[in-house]
């Protein structure tokens, strides 16, 4: 039996990984993917403290992960199928494996929100994607299409500025929402081009994707672009369907905690972007997630 079992392995995990171990508490951290999370697919973080000139997602998670590793975590890759609490310990069901951990802390992140519209997923990974730094050098000198207006789809449009011969930028609203710095580049690039106050209604092509059939929200007219790929990023939806059951959620579908990363379930801890927060960046999940380590490490120990 571990002493603390953290599920997902993006910032907030790896954070309570390398808290929860070099306290010399006996800690596993699950992940069905790669380490990282989102911030690992992150080309560019430039507002974590401490990197005047920004680093890389994968590098900066990669050493969250080796300095987890030094002070003792084990690192097993796998998904929880269901995890439940039977007297003073937890049970983690893993295919083909089973864990039981005096402690649990939560953070399997979120996902990236889909769009709902026809041919969506027929088109998923044939020119519609969720990840411009994973596929965004496919699309050299051919025009593409970004769905959203925060922070997320910014960035990543500066980012496929860099391959494709032009990228659309469709939002919703008639203004960004993203900060000020990302929208002062985005007006600035020259091959981005925006179009306002419009949703995607329709996904087109043949083998790929070929055309996006756009509808203004206030006119309800709909026009058609001709774009080789469309990226979306339109928010996320957290990873909790796991322990809906378990712990407290809200209206959508995030988990409550209280100041302590506390579930309200004895021993059952939550951290990063899959808890009810007001900002989900790399600096608040490494937070929450030591916080986490912490407040475990004290449950552990008044059993």
Known sequence: MYDVAIIGAGPAGLSAGIYAARAKLSTVVVEKMYPGGQAAITDRIENYPGFNEGIAGAELTDKMKSQAEKFGAEFLNGEA????????????????????????????????????????????????????????????????????????????????????????????????????????????????????????????????????????????????????????????VPNTSLVKDLAELDEQGYIITDENMGTGVPGLFAAGDIRRKPLRQVVTAVADGAIAAVEAGKYVESL
């Not at 953070?107 to 889909?114: F, H, I, L, P, Q």
């Not at 026809?118 to 088109?123: L, Q």
């Not at 179009?195 to 994707?209: A, C, H, L, Q």
């Open 81 to 236: 199928s269901n995890i439940e609490k039977r007297d003073e310990k937890f049970v983690i069901q893993l295919k083909g494996e089973t864990l039981e951990a005096k402690a649990v802390i939560l953070a399997m992140g979120a996902e990236s929100r889909k769009l709902g519209v026809k041919g969506e997923k027929e088109y998923t990974g044939r020119g519609v994607s969720y990840c411009a730094t994973c596929d965004g050098a496919f699309y050299t000198d051919k025009p593409v299409m970004m769905v959203g207006g925060g922070d997320s789809a910014i960035e990543e449009a500066l980012y496929l500025s860099r391959f494709a011969s032009s990228v659309y930028v469709v939002h919703r609203r008639d203004q960004l929402r993203a900060t000020k710095i990302l929208q002062e580049r985005a007006f600035k690039n020259e091959k981005m081009k925006f179009i306002w106050n419009s949703t995607v209604d329709e996904i087109k092509g043949r083998e790929t994707v070929e055309e996006i059939i756009l509808r203004n929200v206030k006119t309800g007219e709909k026009t058609l672009v001709a774009v080789n790929g469309i990226f979306v990023a339109i928010g996320w």
